[in-house]
């Protein structure tokens, strides 16, 4: 989307290049002009400067650019933003749990056995706002505690499965033949794979290997690419035969520039929507992997505390409720963080939602403003 | 028709990749269970030979053999149907298999059917009503529901309605002192006791609703639908041979993915309800690293989730008859 934009206001702002500039002295129409003029087929004249070698009379300044970069990237998405309400609860949530794991790690106190009484309800104690554990730690420790690690896992599962699945996606999708067969193939095996069990049994048979957030995120994206690179692929086979492409492959180009040039940001906020929900599920097999204690842990986590509490007994002693609830929680709130997110996010790259927030200056409405207005214009 | 063969080759090759990974996995990994196995039992017996033997009962690979021999072995095994014999079981994996299969089918094929119903009628009626009040409740309602894993609200019904209010049991797959059989107490019982871990997976309804509900507003704006009204059919014909049937088509790619996801997630569903299915067992076998049971269960939800894609692709051109033709050039 955004490249097409690119070159349609390109086209906008050099239209004068389009029309010939007849020269003054033209119109006499004398002999001594004629010479240089060539008559074309269809009546018209052309000047010396054929339309397709003049530059344009007024060059991009910096300035321009940098104008033109924020207008697209900055104050357009902002300007929906503050319209949408989901946008705005999504990226306080979000913000909070960042917040959370970078701030909030330094300003409360790491936990340890007995350092308080067992087991006090949430909100009883301004010591320990949410409450204490059946060995005494602080509930509210562990949970901030556990955030930078979850956040880490989050971030390298998503950008792998994003990286994964794009390229794989894209390539198959555009080239077809061969290639495509073999790695559809490599795709539809994993595709069949029932994600979770995959990861149980690769996490206890590589258990020497996982010993970090970051390699953990890659682990669990090892399901999860696959469906992203079939949505891709079946996204490019619409827009392989799109005339952009076809130009640019009349131009010659090589297929990586087709590929990463033209297919890639047409596809961007697609991508970019899938990358929030692919943090999502990362997150939720990442915790249902602790809570079963099948992965090797070795500090706090969503995922441990709730396998603690479930061990404890915490389903049906109503004095370690909160144990249990906290983290739950906590899981729900960041997964409600970021589906508001990746939809509000769709808006942003919806460009009919772009086109109403876009200025262009002239102030006139070239969209429909609404659905509802598309709707009646359709039934005039 | 070679469409039709191709895509059963494709579910066969699967399946021989899954059990190639398997062999890799406990063979030929630095550290794998099989030299482990024969490192930990034999200095245990008398005859250091006997390791390898039970090396092979127990996991059907004989660490002596060399490898392309093992893997050859190991796979006719495992295509025969013996997956070894599980450890802390003490039983062959097969049988163990057989007896838990049926108990996961049931759970999880009604709860893909069920989320996917409400999903979907609850999106027609969004889609109906759509910008109204029950509209925005409804997606507000769905956002929610989309954003609890569904062992976090499973293990919130079982808190909830296991064990405070006592409605419904709290574990276990079927009641207790009656006869095993199609006798009507039998047939409750079991319904029952699958209750709360139908409804834990009602979460995936949220996400199939919010799809449906955008596929049949599109529908809606579609010219051919003008057309349809224009030639007077009643609003009955319209919203089941044209909106239901084109909003759906596109979601069945959704459902064969959430096919896989929920038998994946039958693995924590069954450990929190104490459901004896595969999952259950496959928890059991991690916690006891009995890898031959591991690796048995793994096998069978893989076949299991290779199987249901493989039924729901070969009849989705009898759906869709634009599916199935995919003739593209390459460059």
């Keep these: 989307m955004k490249r097409s934009d690119d070159d349609d206001r390109r086209a906008g702002d050099s239209i004068d290049e389009f029309v010939p500039a007849r020269p003054a002295e033209s119109s006499g129409g004398s002999a001594g002009d004629g010479a240089a003029e060539t008559v074309r087929s269809d009546g018209g004249t052309v000047g010396s400067g054929s339309p397709f070698e003049t530059t ?9 650019r940098v104008r033109r970069f924020l207008d697209e990237f900055v104050r357009t998405p902002w300007s929906i933003l503050r319209d949408d309400w989901r946008a705005l609860v999504g990226f306080v949530i979000v913000s909070v749990y960042v917040l959370m794991g970078t701030v909030g790690v330094y300003l409360v106190e790491t936990t340890s056995p007995a350092a308080g009484p067992k087991l006090v309800g949430a909100f009883q104690s301004s010591e320990f706002p949410l409450g204490t554990t059946s060995a005494g730690k602080d509930i509210l420790s562990l949970t901030v505690h556990s955030t930078p690690s979850i956040m880490i896992m989050m971030t390298s599962g998503a950008v792998f499965t994003v990286v994964v699945g794009t390229l794989f996606g894209v390539v198959t999708g555009y080239k077809g033949g061969l290639v495509d067969t073999a790695l559809s193939t490599i795709t539809d095996v994993f595709i069949n794979i029932p994600g979770l069990p995959l990861v149980i049994v690769l996490a206890t048979l590589l258990e020497e290997w996982i010993n970090n957030p970051v390699t953990l995120g890659v682990l669990l994206a090892i399901a999860a690419w696959a469906g992203l690179a079939r949505a891709i692929r079946s996204q490019v086979l619409t827009i392989r035969s799109e005339s952009f492409v076809e130009s640019a492959r009349a131009m010659d180009l090589s297929t990586r520039w087709i590929l990463s040039r033209e297919i890639v940001p047409h596809l961007m906020p697609y991508i970019v929507v899938n990358m929030v929900n692919a943090a999502r599920r990362v997150i939720f097999a990442a915790v249902a992997l602790y809570f079963l204690g099948v992965l090797p842990f070795s500090d706090a986590n969503w995922g441990v505390m709730l396998n603690n509490a479930y061990n404890a007994g915490a389903l049906y002693r109503p004095s370690a409720y909160h144990w249990l609830l906290v983290p739950m929680i906590a899981i729900s709130g960041i997964a409600l963080g970021l589906i508001l997110l990746a939809q509000s996010l769709d808006r942003v790259f919806n460009p009919r939602v772009r086109a109403r927030h876009q200025n262009t ?8 403003d609404t659905e509802d207005d598309a709707k009646d214009m359709m039934n005039v | 028709m070679n469409w039709k063969i191709r895509r059963i080759g494709q579910a066969v090759f699967t399946v021989l990749a899954v059990l190639t990974l398997s062999f890799v996995m406990i063979r030929m990994m630095p550290g794998n269970p099989v030299d482990a196995f024969v490192a930990r039992v034999g200095p245990q017996l008398e005859n250091p030979q006997e390791a390898y033997e039970r090396a092979e009962t127990y996991m059907n690979i004989n660490p002596q053999e060399p490898m392309h021999i093992a893997y050859v072995n190991y796979m006719a095994d495992m295509i025969q149907g013996d997956m070894g014999r599980s450890m802390s079981q003490n039983a062959p994996v097969a049988a163990i298999m057989a007896e838990a299969i049926p108990w996961t089918l049931f759970v999880m094929s009604w709860a893909v059917f069920l989320g996917f ?5 609850l999106g027609a009626l969004m889609a109906y009503w759509e910008g109204s009040k ?6 507000g309602y769905a956002t929610t529901i989309t954003s609890i894993p569904f062992y976090v609200l499973a293990l919130f019904l079982l808190m909830t309605l296991g064990y405070q209010l006592g409605w419904f049991p709290t574990g ?4 207790e002192g009656v006869a095993v059989g199609f006798n009507l107490p039998f047939m409750m019982g079991i319904i029952y006791h699958a209750t709360l871990p139908v409804l834990s997976m009602f979460v995936a309804s949220g996400a199939a609703s919010l799809t449906m509900r955008g596929n049949s507003v599109r529908v809606l704006g579609e010219d051919y639908l003008r057309v349809a009204r224009l030639r007077g059919l009643s609003d009955r014909t319209i919203a089941i041979r044209y909106v239901a049937r084109n909003a759906i088509l596109p979601m069945y790619t959704g459902l064969m993915i959430a096919i896989g996801t929920m038998f994946g997630g039958a693995v924590v569903l069954e450990e929190i309800f104490s459901y004896r299915g595969m999952g259950y067992y496959m928890i059991q076998a991690v916690r006891a690293r009995d890898y031959p049971l591991m690796m048995g269960t793994f096998t ?6 290779v199987i249901a894609l493989l039924i729901a692709d070969l009849t989705y051109g009898k759906i869709d008859p634009r599916a199935g033709s995919e003739d ?3 460059f």
Excluded: H, K, N, Y
């Design chain 2, 117 to 121: 119903a409400v999903g979907i009628s």
């Design chain 2, 328 to 330: 593209r050039e390459a």
């Design chain 2, 172 to 175: 276990g797959r079927r009641p």
């Design chain 1, 56 to 64: 344009s009379s007024t060059e991009e300044t910096r300035g321009d």
């Design chain 2, 300 to 305: 069978v939800i893989t076949i299991a989730v």
């Design chain 2, 134 to 139: 029950f509209d925005s409740a409804l997606t």
């Design chain 1, 361 to 368: 200056g002239d102030g006139e409405r070239l969209e429909p």
